[in-house]
């Protein structure tokens, strides 16, 4: 059987897609649960400010009125925290076709959300994608329309992969 | 070379990458808190202001009242507040005007509170101002919704007070206040305690706080 290169294009795609999109989702994981109040010491105003900020992201949730109050508490109490645990799997690359299959829910999730508001003229003065305010615009869908395909496109160049043999392992008739 | 060298330095690079992310992307989110500021209560223009200088809290509120996260916070955070740590001595509330320039009446309001607070009736401009700010901010007539709550002398006062040089300079300096605690947003709460300065951005809600400032004055 024929092997491939160890660093051929599809694989550079996926090294590179990879690590834009795991440093994407740890910033953003990040930025919703150290901002727009970051106060790190002492402990009981590092668990202020997480504690305001999440309420914050909970707040920006709801106004996509996708979920009830409950429900929009819960996604901002557990997403920011899975963004920066699939961001770390995505740097590290173990077990990537799995995280990148996520990565891709996860961002088409998010784009189906945002276009459905955008669409129904929702008044969303802050779209809680990172740090800093940012009203929803039609840039804001483009610009996770960019995620969305790089993310496609390296769990597609994954899946093509994993059905070759390694470059560098034992023959298989070794 | 192994395998595992490889991947240990794609894992170097990727955390070499999320660093330079985090740092160069976008350098307000990575602001540092503000430094520990010696609070002077001399400075402070007492008719903006609620609850005791003596009190062991100190909380400076940057505020513009065309915001609708500032009404957000003024309604659900800080009526509770004034009723169980401002009037019970905890917490000294002072309003600091940050109108923001995308506001386009944002600054004749916070001119007329200012007015109308040097006659003593800041409690009821703001008031009228936050909850009918759905209606001045479509028709601009800030006038009307403070000439609603004060009677027709008062309100004559507040309108010779309104272009006084006196009351913008005012604004002014609240403004370049707000600036040396890096704000940028409103509204942005500034709670002194101990010498200890905890800036708290956006709203924050009367539930989060109060452990909060439990939890502060119950420190040693």
Known sequence: MMQSSPLNLRRAIILIGRLFLGATFIYAGYSKILHPTFLLHPWIALKFAVTANLANFASEVETFQVLSASGSAFVAHTLPFFEVVLGFLLLIGWRVRIWLVAASLLLVGFLSVLTRAFLLHLDIKNCGCFATPEPLTGMTLVRDGLFVAVALLCTYCAVIEARKPHPWSAPSNF | ?220
Not at chain 2, 62 to 72: G, I, T
Request: charged share 20%; with cysteine; proline share 5%.
């Open chain 2, 1 to 220: 070379m192994s395998w595992q060298r490889i991947r240990a330095g794609v894992i170097g690079i990727g955390l070499l990458t999320a660093g330079a992310y985090l740092s160069l992307g976008d350098g307000s989110a990575l602001a540092s808190p503000v430094p520990p500021q010696t609070f002077n209560l001399q400075d402070v223009d007492l008719h903006q202001t609620r609850g005791s200088k003596t009190a062991p809290i100190v909380m400076e509120t940057f505020s513009d009242f065309q915001c609708p996260s500032c009404k957000v916070l003024y309604v659900s955070t800080f009526q509770k507040l004034n009723d169980n740590y401002v009037s019970t001595g905890k917490v000294f509330s002072i309003h600091r005007d940050f109108p923001l320039p995308m506001h386009a009446y944002s600054r004749i309001a916070a001119r007329y509170a200012r007015a109308a607070a040097q006659l003593g009736k800041f409690e009821q401009v703001e008031q009228v101002l936050f909850q009918n700010q759905e209606k001045w901010e479509k028709s601009g007539d800030v006038d009307g919704t403070v000439a609603s709550v004060l009677t027709p002398a008062l309100m004559t006062k507040v309108r010779a007070l309104v272009n006084n040089p006196s009351v913008d300079a005012a604004i002014e300096k609240d403004i370049a206040l707000g600036k040396t605690y890096n704000v940028n947003q409103t509204p942005t709460t500034v709670i002194h305690y101990k010498g200890q300065t905890y800036p708290v951005i956006g709203v924050v809600g009367y539930d989060v706080l109060r452990p909060f400032l439990d939890q502060l004055l119950s420190s040693k």
